[in-house]
């Protein structure tokens, strides 16, 4: 029996949840299909289906869930240390990387690896990281190779650098 659910059920035994986005969780005992529409509060230009209630668009930040009535979890990372070697090379990288957020960003950052401006940030971040990498690993090789010269040149330029190494 179907129409003997309460607000905000609806099924066989009525043990089925009306979609979040519901007005007044109203919703067909039957289909579970909002009666009267959705409640597009937390969806994205305001944009919801109004039989599902499900958010069409997408949320707005800080919501999560197909019916946006989650709060997202701030989730707080550790920054890492900016790589102190700059180069044309970075400096070019990190212009690219940041050219691409905001262009992502200001297209209401999409989260579809089919969406070519979420690729092209991801893939500028990737750059701009590998560029990092490579700079770092240069001056770690230089760095030993002075070392190197230094020992079999001058014994007290040699120490001066191992000391600055080790600090």
């Known amino acids: 029996m179907f129409l003997g659910c309460w607000k905000g059920t609806w099924g066989r035994n009525c043990s089925e949840l009306c979609p979040a986005n519901c007005i007044n969780q109203n919703c067909y005992p039957e289909t579970g299909l909002c009666v009267w529409g959705c409640d597009a509060q937390n969806c994205l230009n305001n944009q919801c289906d109004n039989k599902t209630g499900v958010c069409t668009d997408g949320c707005e930040i800080g919501q999560t869930g197909q019916y946006c009535n989650k709060r997202r979890a701030k989730v707080y990372k550790r920054k890492k240390q900016k790589p102190k070697i700059r180069s044309f090379k970075t400096n070019q990288a990190s212009k690219r990387c940041k050219e ?18 979420y690729c092209d940030m991801k893939f500028a971040k990737y750059e701009l990281r590998k560029t990092c990498r490579i700079e770092i690993a240069m001056k770690v090789l230089n760095d030993r190779q002075e070392i190197l010269d230094a020992r079999t040149k001058h014994d007290q330029i040699f120490y001066k650098l191992l000391g600055k190494k080790e600090s």
Request: cysteine-free; proline content about 6%.
């Open 100 to 117: 691409a957020f905001a262009k992502w960003k200001a297209n209401e950052r999409p989260t579809s690896s089919n969406n070519k401006i």
